[in-house]
């Protein structure tokens, strides 16, 4: 089977068992792009409320069509964060708004496992754990913080798009990330990232066959490999907590994020 199928394995999940009630809402549907969501409207611990069209997460946009353009620009997404390494987003450069501040954050991702690397790891069992944990700690820092410092700076009548290739691993952490400090419970947290498992349902449904008979393993096997589960977020936030004693030391010490700027955040992001 041809690379491409096994390394985008690692950025696209199964088919998954529910969705979010406000799907509808969210879901900004595009023609180019699976996984493009508003993260706004979840409910902080205060009682607050997120706000809508100012974040958005998705999956790659290189293929965006004229009529999804025209929904950027009615959503005013001026600000691009681009989590995909460097080989990853030159063969795939993102289609932007003229005026766009692109910026690309390839931090761990420079180098996707070649197709037996992949087969190997798939093998192995467990490798997003390492992903989310032990083997993607060091990136977290260099990956994340652009995302940060824009979000302290963005202009209130434009909104901010970050992005990956499937837009669930490296997307999910960073809404995880940005949905913990402003107040959002853990289990919203969660439910936002196992969502991507329906989002991206469509495209993985055509590669969820070739995928077992290429590895060598049944379909059944790859689903439960790749699926998106709570568990991760817990091994996400718990390798932080690790290294750095706590989730706001991490923020204040690698993002720049100290009670201040968190303060700043939930201002222009909250209401």
């Known amino acids: ?3 491409a199928i096994l390394l985008i394995a690692i950025l696209i999940p199964c088919l998954a068992v529910g969705q979010l009630a406000d799907s509808s809402k969210r879901l900004v549907k595009l023609d ?7 993260v706004g409207g979840y409910k902080t611990d205060s009682g607050k409320e997120v706000k809508w069209n100012r974040v958005f997460r998705s999956a790659s946009i290189n293929k965006l ?3 999804d353009m025209d929904t950027l620009k009615e959503r ?17 450069p993102d289609r932007l708004l003229a005026g766009t501040d692109y910026t690309l954050s390839p931090a761990g991702s420079d180098e996707l496992p070649s197709g037996p690397k992949m087969m190997e790891l798939m093998k192995k069992g467990n490798f997003l754990d390492d992903f989310y944990g032990e083997a993607g700690i060091e990136y977290f820092a260099e990956r994340y913080r652009p995302i940060f410092k824009k979000l302290l700076n963005l202009n209130d009548t434009t909104a901010l798009l970050y992005h990956c290739t499937g837009g669930r691993d490296r997307t999910g952490m960073a809404t ?10 853990q289990k919203t947290i969660e439910e936002d990232f196992t969502a ?3 989002y991206l349902a469509p495209m993985m449904e055509k590669m969820f066959e070739p995928m077992a008979k290429s ?4 379909r059944e096997e790859i689903e439960k490999k790749m699926n998106l589960h709570p568990g991760l977020i817990h091994i996400f936030f718990n390798s932080i907590k690790k290294r750095y004693g706590s989730l706001e030391n991490f923020m204040e010490k690698e993002m720049g994020i100290g009670e201040k700027e968190k303060a700043t955040l939930r201002l222009k992001y909250t209401s």
């Open 215 to 218: 590895i060598g393993m049944s």
């Open 76 to 92: 005013r997404i001026y600000t691009v964060i681009d989590l995909r390494g460097k080989k990853e987003s030159a063969a795939a």
């Open 65 to 67: 069509t004229d009529a």
């Open 32 to 38: 180019g792009a699976l996984n493009f969501r508003d």
């Open 176 to 185: 995880a990330l940005f949905l913990y400090t402003l107040g959002v419970p």
């Open 1 to 3: 089977m041809k690379k």
């Open 196 to 198: 991507s498992n329906v």
